[in-house]
């Protein structure tokens, strides 16, 4: 049973663009939902992270958009660059963030130059 | 941020031996530690959960004998692949926390390749 589903599985978009992953969540237990950063042969990094008392939340171009009633969560990344290529996974996990993630199948970001 | 560092960063062993991966918090003491394994373009799928000076929880399908984990100090846990076969390759990675609240950092992660 996948508990945090991801898409699109890849995305290609074009330098200056807005690059837009989805995530659906199944258990609403869930209350910490981190979005990582992965390059190959890298570990994951957090990019950012939200819970579920508030709607969206912004870091510099990334901006996480929450919706509890939906059970769904999106990262956008805006005037996406060539360096933003890279897999992007959702994941979400109950009470805090020092608790087992459960992640998303990932998305493969390449934005052209 | 904090550091994981894990080590080493890529093992390539013969069929039946054992490896063992460290991952060590640099700069924090690490009350729970994480490992993953990740297949090519694949998710992370957490293997088992360490806590400092007790036994690791194992996820649901993980042999806890052919994967030993130790978690002795706040800023050490390994994980022991033994009996290696080539279906054990596979990119491992770490991630460690200190208390309940607090960011997990990530490991860099390690490839093991068993020939």
């Known amino acids: 049973q996948q508990q945090v589903k991801q898409s699109p599985q890849s995305l290609i978009v074009q330098k200056g663009g807005i690059s837009i992953i989805n995530c659906a969540y199944e258990n609403t237990a869930f209350d910490y939902f981190p979005w990582y950063q992965q390059f190959p042969g890298k570990g994951p990094a957090l990019l950012i992270a939200i819970r579920p008392d508030v709607s969206e939340k912004k870091e510099g171009r990334f901006t996480i958009s929450f919706n509890k009633s939906a059970k769904q969560f999106s990262l956008h990344i805006m005037d996406s660059q060539p360096g933003d290529s890279a897999t992007y996974f959702c994941?979400?996990?109950?009470?805090?963030?020092?608790?087992?993630?459960?992640f998303g199948k990932g998305t493969l970001l390449t934005v052209n130059p | 941020g904090a550091v994981v560092s894990q080590h080493p960063s890529w093992v390539i062993c013969k069929s039946g031996t054992s490896v063992k991966i460290e991952c060590r918090s640099l700069?924090?003491?690490?009350?729970?530690m994480f490992w993953y394994r990740q297949f090519p373009k694949q998710s992370l799928m957490l293997m088992a959960t360490s806590n400092e000076g007790s036994k690791a929880t194992y996820e649901q399908g993980v042999e806890k004998d052919k994967f030993l984990i130790n978690h002795a100090s706040l800023t050490l846990s390994t994980l022991t692949v033994t009996s290696a076969h080539p279906e054990d390759s596979s990119f491992y990675i770490c991630s460690a926390g200190t208390a309940p609240g607090n960011t997990i950092y990530f490991g860099e992660g390690s490839w093991l390749t068993v020939v």
């Open positions: 994941a979400a996990s109950i009470g805090g963030s020092n608790y087992k993630l459960t």
């Open positions: 700069d924090f003491q690490a009350t729970t």
